[in-house]
């Protein structure tokens, strides 16, 4: 709300009250608790006690519940990097991460929105630095594709027409919103998978990694995201394709694809194409 279409003293006051429930908690204790001498000293002045709280201490609950409400917010758009950081810290970073950019939308959804990149930035700052930082970001990115793959707005899926097979080698299809293309050096995504169905807040330790990267897609289907494991060659061409044409995607892969396999090639690369089509990989052609 903007100063001049509500009464002045209205402008203030909720200015004022904002500005508390916004009030980072305190994390010194152990937990976050509200610090009631942080607050707008007027606004302190205006508030009524009850009969059980002081009027500094309702103001608290509010602030309290505030921040409660986002840290599960983003817990929840997080889950895997939660439990592996532990939600005391991972807390924390939220905290920082919403003091530097508070919700400027209704939408609580979006309140997530770019946390991944703020927890970059803060894992590279922290002195000494993690040693996990490498695992947890990559837990970090597995947990925003998973989100963005489940929220993606509906959108038609690629059905190749005979027109379309005309001019399929010198077009671009374009990816569908519902689907990711992920590598994991850990065993991020079974752990994922295991502990969103795990009501505990025990922090997680990492779980082994991978003798070699491990490539996979998620998929949402009708009854939900699902994983579908990709051969390494074949995450690539689907890498490849949403950025070139399909001639041109071909090319590259075959540049790349180490001489045992290239023999191969060409049949994999066609069962590939059609399996990512019938799975709604594409929405289109360009």
């Known amino acids: 709300m903007s100063a001049g279409v509500v009464p002045p003293w209205l402008y203030v006051f909720q200015s004022r009250?904002?500005?508390?429930?916004?009030?980072?908690?305190?994390?010194?204790?152990?937990?976050?608790?509200?610090?009631?001498?942080?607050y707008d000293t007027e606004l302190r002045h205006l508030a009524l006690p009850s009969r059980k709280l002081g009027a500094a201490?309702?103001?608290?609950?509010?602030?309290?519940?505030?921040?409660?409400?986002?840290?599960?917010?983003?817990?929840s758009a997080f889950p895997l990097t939660a439990r592996l950081v532990g939600?005391?810290?991972?807390?924390?970073?939220?905290?920082?991460?919403?003091?530097?950019?508070?919700?400027?939308?209704?939408?609580?959804?979006q309140v997530p929105?770019?946390?991944?990149?703020?927890?970059?930035?803060?894992?590279?700052?922290?002195?000494?630095?993690r040693a996990d930082r490498e695992a947890l970001l990559e837990a970090a990115a597995l947990d925003v594709a998973w989100r963005r793959v489940f929220l993606a707005p509906p959108c038609d899926e690629f059905r190749p027409t005979a027109e379309d097979a005309a001019r399929l080698t010198?077009?671009?299809?374009?990816?569908?919103?519902?689907?990711?293309?992920l590598r994991e050096r850990w065993a991020l995504a079974a752990l994922r998978a295991r502990l969103v169905?795990?009501?505990?807040?025990?922090?997680?330790?990492?779980?082994?990694?991978h003798p070699s990267p491990r490539a996979f897609a998620l998929v949402r289907r009708p009854g939900g995201v699902g994983e579908l494991s990709l051969a390494p060659l074949e995450a690539r061409l689907f890498e490849l394709l949403a950025?070139?044409?399909?001639?041109?995607?071909?090319g590259l892969l075959e540049a790349e694809c180490p001489e045992p396999e290239r023999a191969a090639l060409p049949a994999n690369a066609q069962?590939?194409?059609?399996?990512?089509?019938e799975l709604g990989f594409w929405s289109g052609l360009e």
């Open 57 to 75: 201490e309702r103001l608290a609950v509010y602030n309290r519940q505030y921040w409660i409400r986002l840290f599960q917010c983003v817990q």
């Open 87 to 109: 939600y005391f810290p991972f807390n924390g970073y939220v905290s920082r991460f919403l003091s530097e950019a508070p919700p400027r939308s209704w939408n609580i959804d």
């Open 170 to 181: 010198t077009g671009r299809l374009r990816p569908s919103a519902a689907v990711a293309i």
């Open 271 to 277: 069962r590939w194409l059609a399996r990512s089509v």
């Open 17 to 38: 009250f904002t500005a508390m429930l916004r009030t980072p908690l305190d994390p010194s204790s152990g937990t976050f608790s509200p610090a009631p001498s942080r």
């Open 113 to 129: 929105d770019g946390f991944e990149t703020f927890l970059e930035k803060a894992l590279a700052e922290e002195r000494p630095a």
């Open 243 to 250: 950025g070139h044409p399909v001639s041109e995607a071909l």
């Open 197 to 209: 169905a795990d009501a505990s807040e025990t922090t997680h330790p990492l779980p082994e990694q």
